[in-house]
């Protein structure tokens, strides 16, 4: 398994007021994504990255309580990789998502700390 990248992620109600903090401390929007959870639920987001080549992602979900901090991981073989967080205690609470463009599950690990596990697929429709 490679990491192709590993960045922090915020999942939040306020997408706009997070992504215009990030603006105001110079990063810039670099890529606008749509995805449909298991629940049927549309989530958004965005990839954004700075001057120095550091990113955040800021994903939009209604049914967040509070912001959420997580650590995204996106992986070349996400089964190898969801298979090794889990041998180490880590769990899904909800089911992974699959779109054409990407595979991707939130993982929690027995401490409470959460990466969120990404594969994207390069050759779709």
Known sequence: MKLTSFNPLIVTKNVDDV????????????HHGHAVNSDGREVSGYRMKDANGFYVDV??????????????????DFDEAYDMLSARGFTNPKNEVDTKSNRNAALISPSGFQFHLCHHIKDHD
């Open 19 to 30: 992504v215009k903090l990030f603006e105001d401390l110079g990063f810039e929007r670099r």
């Open 59 to 76: 994903a939009h979900n209604d049914a967040v309580e509070q912001d959420l901090m997580m650590i995204r991981m996106n992986v070349d």
